[in-house]
């Protein structure tokens, strides 16, 4: 949501995708999402280098629908301090790091899935400063 006020919503191109409060950029996986999660086709990777602060697996991945429940997730800070949101990934994928490990630009960090709430499989890709 690129619009910070409440009950207006912009997504990227100044259109209604997404919802407010809504933050990251949602990258959905196309087309026929849901095979290509199955076969673990696509995977998240590291933007930038930084050390693992979160990691949160286990959670059931097939939702489809907003809820409350939590998402599988990576979240890693960088050297300046930042943050980087990697949620809706797929259960038992996640990369085998530790909490306080560093990871590389490009370093897979698990297969995109839908945990949490999540309407389709898809990454949520969210940088917080």
């Given amino acids: 949501d690129l619009d910070p006020g409440e009950g207006t919503i912009k997504d990227y191109a100044c259109g209604a995708r997404t919802y407010d409060g809504h933050t990251g950029t949602d990258i959905m996986l196309y087309p026929f ?3 290509k999660m199955s076969i673990n086709q696509v995977w998240a990777v590291a933007a930038a280098p930084g050390k693992i602060i979160q990691k949160i697996d286990g959670q059931f ?3 489809c629908s907003k809820n409350n429940l939590t998402a599988n997730q990576i979240v890693r ?6 943050k980087a949101y990697y949620l809706h990934l797929k259960k038992g994928t996640l990369n085998v790091k530790n909490i306080g490990d560093n990871i590389a630009t490009g370093e897979f960090l698990g297969y995109v899935g839908s945990s949490g709430s999540s309407t389709a499989p898809h990454l949520h ?3 917080r400063d």
């Fill in 33 to 35: 999402p849901w095979y």
């Fill in 61 to 63: 991945d097939q939702n």
């Fill in 77 to 82: 800070q960088h050297s300046d301090g930042s």
């Fill in 125 to 127: 890709f969210e940088v």
